[in-house]
């Protein structure tokens, strides 16, 4: 199984809403990546969680905050969003946040969100 | 800074005919690179690792170094393979794209 399940599959939310991603997966993988997919354009990287611990933030603005409350779950909460944050959001997983040879990501099927 | 050039946004080919997708990259160490696609409404999925050496769906790439390339070939397309392709760079937990190539396979 490397399956990557993420919720929810769309998301309209206002400019003063707060509302939260969800990502959950099962393969005992302890890192857990956040990705930014805006239309026509590759993934760029948001976040790495490392054995439950923040290792990587690509200086993405503070009203994305990530949580990581255990190996299997990664959350990303979403407070006071511009239009400009319309995305998909993928979530994704790894052996290890090691880089290290062999150490393959896996990719949920994102979440569609859409700021209004 | 490592990058990864994909220099084709679209590319169309006939059924049966060989398939190429480009990829050059910039990095300074050991490059481990990926192949990853993506279908229409559906995940992004890896496709080839360089380190594995396999073939997948008859798609094989090949690390050259010294052209610093990491091409995508497929001898006889076939019309499932239409979808969008991306060659990526692992770098420490970094995951690098490039810009992607839209492949198109006409009947």
């Known amino acids: 199984d490397t399956e990557v399940t993420q919720t929810p599959k769309h998301l309209v939310m206002g400019m003063t809403n707060k509302k939260s991603l969800k990502c959950e997966q099962h393969?005992?993988?302890?890192?857990m990546y956040w990705y930014k997919q805006k239309a026509k354009k590759p993934p760029e990287l948001m976040f790495v969680?490392?054995?439950?611990?923040?290792?990587i933030n690509e200086s993405v603005p503070s009203r994305f905050s990530p949580e990581c409350p255990n190996s299997s779950l990664l959350n990303l909460h979403l407070h006071a969003l511009q239009p400009e944050d319309s995305a998909l959001y993928l979530c994704a997983s790894s052996q290890d946040g090691t880089g290290r040879s062999g150490n393959t990501i896996y990719f949920g099927e994102g979440s569609w969100l859409t700021v209004v | 800074a490592q990058r990864v050039t994909q220099p084709e946004k679209l590319l169309s080919v006939f059924k049966g005919a060989p398939v190429e997708l480009k990829c050059n990259y910039s990095y300074s160490g050991s490059p481990e690179l990926f192949w990853y696609v993506q279908y229409s409404r559906q995940r992004l999925q890896l496709l080839l690792r360089?380190?594995s050496r396999e073939s997948i769906k008859g798609f094989t790439a090949d690390l050259n170094k010294g052209e610093t390339s990491f091409h995508l070939k497929k001898p006889f397309a076939q019309e499932e393979d239409s979808a969008m392709y991306y060659c990526?760079?692992?770098?420490?937990?970094?995951?690098?794209f490039g810009q992607g190539t839209r492949l198109t396979i006409n009947p």
């Open positions: 990526a760079l692992m770098q420490a937990q970094k995951l690098v």
């Open positions: 393969m005992g993988h302890r890192a």
């Open positions: 360089h380190i």
């Open positions: 969680y490392s054995y439950e611990k923040l290792s």
